[in-house]
């Protein structure tokens, strides 16, 4: 058992009154790494109750730099932050809440050719992207190396999340592949009311905290969807299927898949 | 008529009615977007035609949501 600091339990004395988490269940979150893909609209309040929370170590993921558009929902950038690498932002952020979480930083998109590399150093992954093509290559990369991850998509009013844990139902379970480019808007084309992103937000931060602490029960095999105009929120139970092309029984992907790369262009040739 | 659940939501439908009919009547947008759950099994796009819906089944659509990061 580690021994904490007296400033230690005072900032996380509201985990350690809870019967449920105590000393022992801060010390997991304390010694527990997770890997925030993208620092937008979800990873941002991700990123915050995570480190807030004192998870030790956290990777967060992002090529882009911070845009005056962002503000309306990234809650981990400011102002001042315009133009700077969302990486770099949410790093001083997180350090700025809790100096006693590591920050890691990949100033890189996720790809086939990064995405085991970048994962393999960390318990658990949480999906806050915004686009398919890498929603699909987090599944897959994570269900191939037998990694948890907490998946989430928020659209306009309406958000979407599940739990992964090896042998639970996994995205390509209840979603077989990307749609075909630009069927389905993406949020930067329909748009998002800026609170929904810190709704899903929070419930994949608590799910993230429910994994290491044992609390509960995960969104594992449901999918938990809400729709803020009603506030109706829903779980929908969800099923590993036999022939789930990643995680079934004679899986036919064996290799991370690029969807962004003009897979069309590769079938016609 | 036959009761099932649609999105659980409780409906009531005529029968004989086929998983694609049904789609429909729930005006779906963008059926080919959608992920579609009959008593907590998937069912390929390919096989709707082919589904005939039966008192008390219970069905869910599941949408794409993409947005997060940008």
């Known amino acids: 058992m580690i021994d904490f600091t007296e400033d230690q339990i005072k900032r996380y004395s509201r985990h350690i009154l809870l019967q449920d988490v105590g000393v022992e269940g801060q010390e997991k979150i304390l010694n527990a790494s997770v890997l925030v893909v993208g620092a937008g609209g979800l990873g941002a309040p991700v ?8 998870i030790g170590r956290i990777g967060i993921v ?7 558009s962002n503000l309306q929902r990234q809650v981990i950038h400011f102002t001042k932050d315009v133009g700077v690498a969302k990486v770099l932002s949410a790093k001083e952020k997180i350090n700025a809440i809790n100096p006693d979480v590591k920050v890691d930083t990949y100033r890189e998109f996720l790809d086939s050719t990064n995405a085991f590399d970048i994962i393999k150093d960390y318990d658990f992954i949480v999906d806050g992207t915004d686009n ?18 907490s998946h989430g998509g928020i659209l306009r009013f309406n958000g979407q999340t599940f739990t992964h844990l090896p042998g639970t139902a996994c995205y390509r379970c209840m979603f077989k592949e990307p749609p075909p480019v630009g069927a389905v808007p993406t949020c930067s084309q329909a748009g998002v009311l800026g609170a929904i992103a810190g709704m899903l937000g929070t419930i994949q931060a608590a799910e993230t905290l429910k994994y290491f602490t044992g609390v509960g029960e995960l969104l594992t095999n449901r999918l938990l969807t ?8 829903r779980t929908v139970p969800v099923r590993k299927r036999d022939t789930c092309a990643v995680c079934g029984t004679n899986p036919t992907i064996d290799h991370l898949i690029d969807y962004e790369l003009p897979a069309c262009d590769i079938k016609k040739h | ?55 008390g089944d219970s069905v869910d659509f599941l949408y794409f949501m993409g947005g997060g990061s940008l």
């Open chain 1, 226 to 233: 809400f729709d803020a105009k009603t506030m109706q929120f």
């Open chain 1, 47 to 54: 990123s915050l109750y995570l480190a807030a929370a004192g």
């Open chain 1, 132 to 149: 398919f093509p890498v929603k699909f290559l987090i599944n897959d990369a994570c269900v191939m190396a037998g990694k948890p991850f």
């Open chain 2, 1 to 55: 008529m036959a009761k099932i659940q649609v999105n659980g939501e409780a409906q009531e439908v005529q029968l004989p009615l086929s998983l694609s009919e049904l789609i429909k009547q729930n005006n779906v947008q963008q059926p080919e977007m959608v992920s579609v759950q009959v008593n907590e099994d998937f069912v390929d796009r390919s096989e709707w035609d082919g589904i005939q819906i039966k008192e």
């Open chain 1, 62 to 68: 992002d090529a882009d730099t911070v845009d005056l």
